[in-house]
């Protein structure tokens, strides 16, 4: 779980930034790039898409900062962070590469890597992250919408993503036995 999370980290972190250098979105970029470089160095050089992700995302602010200048896309990272990703996430579908594989690959036997199961298995994975990013943005959304209620917005998605966390650790061997038809 410690590998998927690090982006997720440096994600959470970077609006928390933003206030700590007092609104300088750029710095806050600058930082979570470095960041990120020094806690997904592994992730990165396995080419791991949502490391790369990240990588993109925090090099491309100060570029689109210094191109555009001020933009309301940068007031609100939650909600373009969640855009992002579920971009990626359901392009990864898309293509037919669940980005799930590369963390799956990293604690399965390889010799399972060519069951049907193993693709079965990150197709539902990638897809319940595809649906929590979705969700993300949304409520992203509404705590801007409806500051009122940010609380609220705030703690259903980090639960969804706590949940998206703890997930994958348990749904194999729940999907396996089903398919193997006992009790579950």
């Not at 980290?9 to 007092?22: G, H, V």
């Not at 079965?120 to 209620?149: C, E, G, K, Q, R």
Request: aromatic residues 18%; contains cysteine; hydrophobic residues 55%.
């Amino acid at each position: 779980m410690i590998s998927i999370a690090k982006p997720f980290i440096i994600w959470a972190a970077y609006p928390a930034l933003i206030n700590y250098f007092e609104g300088d979105y750029v710095l806050a970029a600058f930082a979570c790039l470095a960041l990120i470089i020094t806690v997904s160095f592994d992730n990165l050089r396995r080419g791991f898409v949502i490391d790369w992700t990240a990588v993109a995302f925090f090099v491309t602010v100060p570029l689109l900062d210094y191109m555009l200048g001020g933009s309301w896309l940068f007031a609100r990272p939650l909600i373009l962070i969640s855009a992002i990703y579920t971009l990626v996430a359901a392009g990864s579908l898309f293509i037919g590469r669940p980005y799930t594989l590369q963390y799956a690959r990293e604690r399965t036997p390889e010799e399972f890597w060519s069951e049907g199961s193993f693709l079965t298995i990150n197709y539902h994975l990638t897809f319940m992250w595809t649906l929590i990013f979705l969700a993300s943005f949304i409520l992203s959304a509404l705590a801007v919408y409806l500051p009122d209620y940010w609380p609220v917005f705030v703690l259903v998605r980090n639960s969804l993503i706590a949940i998206g966390l703890v997930v994958p650790d348990q749904y194999p061997d729940y999907f396996l036995r089903k398919k193997a038809g006992s009790d579950v």
